[in-house]
């Protein structure tokens, strides 16, 4: 079992940036790829980044490259999202999870709790 907490999350205006971060609660971190997911109010979750357990692939979603930035500290069984250049359109709940294979949709094993992000213009 995989527990996520998520943090980071707030409000900020167009342009800006926040760091989100995933903590995870397993003895084996190292093996899991870990992504971050968002989901908009009336919309479906959607993927947004993903790293593989030894932090040197990443991938992610077309509407967030080169903007934001997916890493890990395996010695700290955390996950980072850093969001810069954001956008009213970037808004939602963001998710962190982890699953033992990579992966760009939503069948992951295990998800946190999630975290608001509100972007105003």
């Known amino acids: 079992q995989v527990q996520l907490v998520e943090s980071g999350g707030g409000s900020v205006q167009a342009g800006g940036s926040l760091r989100l971060t995933c903590v995870a609660s397993?003895?084996?971190?190292?093996?899991?790829?870990m992504a971050w997911f968002r989901q908009a109010p009336g919309k479906e979750r959607e993927f947004v980044a993903t790293?593989?357990?030894?932090?040197?692939?990443?991938y992610y979603a077309d509407s967030v490259k080169g903007r934001f930035t997916i890493s890990r500290n395996n010695a700290k069984n955390t996950v980072y999202l850093q969001m810069n250049g954001l956008k009213p359109e970037d808004t939602a709940v963001y998710y962190c999870a982890a699953d033992e294979y990579i992966g760009l949709d939503v069948n992951y094993d295990y998800w946190g709790q999630g975290t608001q992000v509100t972007v105003s213009s």
């Open positions: 397993v003895s084996n971190f190292r093996d899991y790829a």
């Open positions: 790293i593989n357990g030894g932090g040197g692939r990443t």
